[in-house]
């Protein structure tokens, strides 16, 4: 009786081993997608990339001008300091300092909203891509797909990486926008 008892449990647990052995035979794929490089080599990201630059150079040519007209009334004063009364002097002193506080003023707000648009951009872009990797995990079968970035990954193989991938349809897809 006890010999029936323990080939019994002896097959019950070959079964169960073999169903188990079958189950976890399926591989596990797993990705990796570098965001910053499908930003900087995508044409979607040097779009992107170039419309930023180009709001960032409007600014700052803005500033330079600004910041030179601000040179030329600074030396216009200093050579007129000695001509004029010590009225007209303070005054004179009281408009420049109003006009370095708004120029200053001007900076910060360019900066921040240069931040702004770029954080937009990179926000829109890394939606874009997320979107592109839920596709291709669903479709190929992926059980996991990670960003790599500084913080996390430490190492993954080639053969995991999903960028270039992405990269490639994220191109055909842009091209097809109008």
Do not use: C, H
């Not at 052995?21 to 992107?48: M, P, R, W």
């Not at 702004?116 to 839920?134: C, G, H, I, Q, T």
């Amino acid at each position: 009786m006890k010999n029936r008892i323990t080939v019994f449990f002896a097959v019950i647990l070959v079964g169960i081993f073999i169903v188990v052995s079958a189950y976890a035979a399926e591989t596990v794929k797993i990705g990796v997608i570098d965001f910053q490089k499908v930003l900087k080599t995508s044409n979607a990201g040097k779009a992107a990339q170039a419309e930023v630059n180009k709001q960032g150079k409007k600014m700052e040519e803005e500033l330079n001008k600004k910041r030179d007209e601000l040179e030329e009334l600074k030396k216009k004063l200093e050579r007129e300091v000695l001509v004029m009364t010590r009225e007209m002097r303070d005054e004179k002193e009281r408009e420049f300092r109003i006009k370095v506080n708004d120029f200053k003023m001007l900076e910060k707000k360019y900066k921040e909203e240069f931040n702004e648009v770029n954080k937009k951009l990179v926000y829109r872009f890394r939606n874009e891509v997320v979107d592109l990797a839920k596709k291709v995990g669903e479709k190929e079968g992926y059980l996991l797909i990670i960003e790599k970035n500084e913080a996390g990954i430490v190492y993954s193989p080639d053969r995991i990486d999903l960028t270039d991938k992405i990269i490639k349809i994220y191109n055909e897809d842009y091209a097809k926008k109008p």
